[in-house]
């Protein structure tokens, strides 16, 4: 072959030149490993082209400890030229070693590692676990599974690394059935024992929903690590099963396991669901979910005694799930303990405070931000929005130009905005939602009406704001308008919309005139839309959404159709107190004392008052 093979360039001459040259290679070899081993790789290729230059050669260990040591891709491809200048023969193992480093620098080496694994003369188990591995951290789970049987059609036999990647491929992509199949190869293959499979099986099994599999797995481990007790509470909080979660910690404790950051915020994330699924008491004029809270504070105390608490993540993992269990105060001060507060802190802190209807505090919270320098995301001018609409409920609405403004909120609300249009936010879908809704309580419809035109891609929300503005200000006409105008774009409504639309038609089917000159919608067209609504409703699965009902027997009492009210109160009844006061206002309204009196009485058999 006319391809060296690695170290033929040391020098095979025997004169004293020779062995000056055999000498010197040895020595710059050994700084050139040095170099790499203290991660100095830009050094190292200098010397490398400086032998080069002397045709003085360093081993085949010295190019593996450069590439090993080395993820910089201009420093790995300046390697290639060389050995390609060399005609080196990139065989088992160099070759390998060349494609491995490649896949280290990242996506954009993809192509040049590809390159060199397709010209590889034989391809071992080492080098396909590697590129499976890669596409699977990059988030082609797909094609790591698709590699796989290329794999294997080459003869391949996977190992343990090659199953730690293909349980992760099968994990994200919950392919219960592959995950399956390839648990039982790992188990011919005897490797399923392995802590590294059976802690990524673990893993898989919770992703795909299948908790018994997962629990097996786990408790057939003859030995369990951190990590697995880790996979397996991860399983259990991944299908809301918070209670079970806590009980593994307690276990994993008295089984002498030491808890790290990971297992503190699975902790924290468990307690989060024993708040979601606790009915909250009213302790001090406040609504707590006392028992989950118990939870945070035991939770809290060991993460001090760890002496993690300064943790970033930590911190606003606790923030969040004080917040859940109505505990402002604690998130205050958890937020408060650590100097070094990131965006999140500050938007964990803010979401707190319009969650519990502190909008002014959100308010002032949002200016300490911008005094202390930090700057806010998307998500902090969802929030201070969202505040300043609190806000606006709280302050009485002052006679403009003959309709009704909350002023002050106004003019926070347009600062707000002008902030976010400087940083770029301002066409977020989230910031226009939230924006039309505060205009609309505003009163300035014309600058809701402006945020909706200018956004490029109205979602049904947008829609849903604006027909919510519109409502806010009394224009029925025009809410009933923009439906009709949402339909037309193709825009599907959802239970909300409905809702609204509906109120719309009671509206003006209470005023007697021509409701809107363009439109002409009289009373009894009214009522036909309304009754169009009502059919739609039924179509889909939202007639069965207490707010859309109260909302249909509202209409339909407001155009003096009682029956059609009293049908809808008796599919219904069973859905709390709310349909029937609903019921009671409509029988009120129409001068029904009767039946006033009679469902009053029923009212209180049924224990509704």
Known sequence: SSRMRIGDGLSSDPSPSGHHRLHEGLRLSHEIQRLCNTRQPQKALQLLLQMEEKGVFPSESTYRSFLENCSNLSLVKSIQAH???????????????????????????????????????????????????NYVECNNANEALKLYRRMRDEG?????????????????????????????????????????????LISMYGKCGRIVDAEDVFYG??????????????????????????????????????????????????????????????????????????????????????????????????????????????????????EYRDVVSWNTLLSTFVEHGRGEKALRLFRQMREEGVKPDERTFVNVIQSCCMYSEKEEAVIDEGKPMKMISLEIGRAIHADAKKMGFASNI?????????????????????????????????????????????????????????????????????????????????KEEVLHEEAELSKMMCFEIGQALHYDAKKTSFISDVFLKCALM???????????????????????????????????????VEKVLKLYRQMHEENMI
């Open 554 to 592: 509202g209409f339909y009492g407001k155009c003096g159709y009682i029956e059609e009210s009293e049908d809808i109160f008796h599919e219904s009844f069973h859905q709390g107190s709310v349909v029937w006061n609903v019921m009671l206002s409509v029988y009120n309204e129409k001068g029904e």
């Open 156 to 200: 391949i036999e996977p190992n343990e690394y090659t199953f730690v990647s293909l349980f992760k491929a099968c994990g994200s992509l919950s392919n219960l059935e592959m995950g399956v199949a390839l648990h039982r190869d790992a188990r011919e293959k005897r490797v399923d024992s392995n802590a590294f499979v059976a802690n990524t």
């Open 83 to 133: 050995l390609s200048r060399r005609s080196l023969d990139l065989a088992y193992p160099l070759g390998e070693v060349l494609f491995v480093s490649l896949l280290k620098c990242g996506q954009s080496a993809l192509p040049d590692a590809l390159q060199v694994f397709n010209s590889l003369p034989y391809r071992t188990v080492f080098s396909w676990s590697a590129l499976i591995c």
């Open 221 to 338: 481990m003859k030995k369990r690590n951190l990590v697995s007790w880790n996979a397996m509470m991860s399983a259990y909080v991944d299908k809301n099963e918070g209670n079970n979660a806590l009980e593994l910690y307690e276990k994993m404790l008295e089984e002498g396991i030491n808890p790290n950051n990971r297992t503190f915020v699975l902790m924290i994330q468990a307690c989060c669901l024993l708040a979601e699924q606790e009915k909250s008491i009213l302790v001090n004029g406040k609504h707590v979910k006392v028992l989950a809270l118990e939870a945070a504070y035991c939770m809290h105390t060991k993460i001090e005694m760890k002496g993690i608490v300064k943790d970033k993540f930590l911190s606003n993992s606790l923030m969040k799930l004080y917040s859940k269990c109505g505990s402002v105060g604690e998130v205050q001060r958890v937020f408060n303990q650590y």
């Open 430 to 510: 989230f910031i226009v939602n939230t924006l039309i809704t505060l205009y609309g309580k505003c009163g300035s419809l014309l600058e809701a009406e402006n945020v909706f035109i200018g956004c490029i891609q109205p979602d049904i929300v947008s829609w849903t704001a604006l027909l919510s503005a519109y409502l806010e200000q009394d224009e029925a006409g025009k809410a009933l308008l923009l439906y009709r105008e949402m339909l037309q774009n193709g825009i599907i409504p959802d239970d909300r919309t409905l809702v609204m639309a509906v109120q719309a038609c009671s509206r003006l089917s209470e």
